[in-house]
């Protein structure tokens, strides 16, 4: 009836479909070992971008070598710090954060040949494992925010802002503060820190004669300490206690950052300080 229409040739040089089929059924396979490594290399790969991502716009790891913030903070733990603190979101206080050593709070490090196994440490840093010595940081809790007028102490031997004396529940229990008296205002852009282990702790109030008169810059606030993720039977979060400046009030007037003003420092019961 109708008319045959012959089957169309392969273009030259093209192989039939069924050609090409099995011409990929005789391709050598890929070795299964080969592929997982591909595969756990890419994974790999994506962790460690992660991480570096998370390190530099979100949380970074560190390590705790003094006894200064015990018994919130012991030697050894290992702390998440939010980096999303001071910028965008601003300090508060009660707030534990870790800072760049800029004033020299500590005692300089000499820098050694680390050998051809550097990287290794600098890799446990990264994680948070052992000390960064690269640059060298300190861990407090903030007491004075800008415009605070921050005193030692009051009839109770409490510390005293804006007039209003602190209960403190995060000091260590097991030893008393010892009053060191002191009087400051806080300038803008600066913060005024101190440890928990108040007898323990070389912070600001240590520091009111050296540079910065013990004051902290916020932009060298490097987060907020937020976690302890080990040791593992130490794990949880590490909070700011509001209820203890819930009854603060705001402060009249920051300084200006180049005031001249130089805290006053009253006779100290305290003479000295056996850690940062």
């Not at 050593?101 to 290794?120: A, I, Y």
């Not at 240590?206 to 794990?235: K, Q, T, Y």
Request: hydrophobic letters at 35%; a negative charge.
């Amino acid at each position: 009836m109708g008319a045959n229409h012959p089957e169309p040739e392969h273009e030259a040089g093209q192989a039939p479909e069924q050609s090409r089929r099995d011409r990929g059924k005789r391709r050598k396979k890929e070795h299964p070992l080969l592929s997982l490594l591909k595969e756990i290399g890419v994974i790999v790969g994506v962790a460690v971008l992660l991480s570096f991502l998370i390190k530099t716009f979100l949380f970074r790891a560190f390590y705790v070598p003094s006894a200064s913030m015990e018994k919130t903070l012991e030697i050894n733990d290992r702390i998440f710090v939010n980096r999303l603190v001071p910028n965008p979101i601003g300090l508060e206080r009660g707030d534990v954060v870790v800072f760049r050593d800029s004033k020299e709070w500590l005692p300089s490090v000499e820098q050694t040949d680390r050998g051809p196994f550097g990287w290794v440490t600098d890799t446990l840093a990264f994680l948070g494992l052992v000390p960064d010595e690269s640059k060298q940081y300190l861990v407090k809790r903030v007491i004075g925010l800008p415009g605070d007028h921050v005193v030692c102490c009051d009839a109770q031997d409490r510390i005293q802002v804006n007039g209003i004396g602190l209960d403190e529940p995060y000091i260590n229990p097991d030893s008393k503060p010892i009053p060191q008296k002191f009087d400051v205002t806080v300038p803008a852009g600066k913060i005024w820190v101190m440890g928990d282990n108040r007898n323990n702790s070389a912070d600001s109030r240590a520091h009111i004669g050296g540079p910065g008169n013990g004051f902290v810059d916020i932009s060298d606030v490097e987060g907020r300490a937020a976690v302890i993720v080990l040791p593992i039977n130490r794990m949880g979060v590490l909070g700011n206690y509001p209820d203890v400046f819930k009854n603060v009030p705001v402060p009249s007037k920051a300084l200006e950052p180049d005031s001249a003003q130089r805290p006053e420092q009253l006779p100290a019961v305290l003479t000295g300080h056996s850690g940062e």
